[in-house]
């Protein structure tokens, strides 16, 4: 079972525009973090936010957690072709050490 | 400095052999864990090695077996290979003080198996 869900499942802007995803979990976590997979290959990781974190910025990048929601969000700005990838957050559960729990990842596709 | 490298990059198997595959850690990094990818899915996690011991496992059967090295790699035993068994296998490493909380992992590329 995968404890993050991604939403949403897809999305399509044009190069210039904001792309915005949203990431929710169910239990309690220590850190939650973003990640970058192109097209079948290794994932590459963009930013881990922890769990007294409430916003933090890297970047073009900026990542928002409610704990209280338990839920994400994952912001890009200026989207460029390059970023055209699947992203994915990654939980980090409470007691768990060492053992991400993905979601199923919003596909981003930003055209020229 | 080399990333995490992982062999073979691609194979095909035939349902009930088994596969090995192998990953080498970032240099520094001491931790390995193992992710398995369907297609169109999220990474699961299998399993992960510390101190040549597996430390923590995901929901995954006992087909599915791993070792760590004295100098940190780990190979991914996968025996009496299913159709399911099919997808990108990913190793991770880390560098994970004890009691900690798990910090950014550095991904190989990963190898795709493809079961027939």
């Known amino acids: 079972s995968q404890q993050g869900e991604e939403d949403p499942q897809a999305l399509s802007i044009q190069e210039g525009e904001n792309a915005t995803m949203n990431c929710s979990y169910k239990?309690?976590?220590?850190?939650l973090q973003w990640y970058r997979q192109n097209s079948g290959r290794g994932l590459v990781h963009l930013i881990l936010?922890?769990?007294?974190?409430r916003e933090k910025h890297s970047g073009r990048l900026r990542v928002t957690l409610d704990t209280s929601k338990k839920s994400s969000s994952l912001l890009i700005t200026a989207s460029r072709a390059a970023d055209t990838a699947s992203y994915f957050c990654?939980?980090?559960?409470?007691?768990?050490?060492?053992?991400?729990?993905f979601g199923a990842g919003t596909q981003v596709v930003v055209t020229p | 400095d080399a990333g995490v490298t992982q062999s073979p990059t691609h194979l095909i198997k035939t349902r009930g052999q088994q596969v090995t595959l192998r990953c080498s850690p970032k240099?520094?990094?001491?931790?390995v864990s193992w992710y398995q990818q369907a297609l169109g899915q999220g990474p699961q996690f299998i399993f992960q090695?510390?101190?040549?011991?597996?430390?923590q496992r995901g929901n995954f059967p006992d087909r599915f077996s791993g070792h760590q090295f004295p100098n940190y790699s780990s190979e991914l035993n996968v025996n009496a290979l299913l159709l399911g068994d099919s997808a990108l296998y990913l190793c991770?490493?880390?560098?994970?003080?004890?009691?900690?909380?798990?910090?950014?992992?550095?991904f190989g590329e990963g190898s795709r198996l493809t079961v027939l």
């Open positions: 991770a490493s880390s560098f994970i003080s004890r009691g900690s909380n798990t910090g950014e992992l550095f």
């Open positions: 239990t309690s976590i220590n850190n």
């Open positions: 936010i922890r769990s007294n974190e």
């Open positions: 990654a939980t980090d559960a409470q007691g768990s050490w060492g053992k991400l729990q």
């Open positions: 240099s520094g990094h001491d931790t």
């Open positions: 090695y510390y101190e040549e011991e597996e430390r």
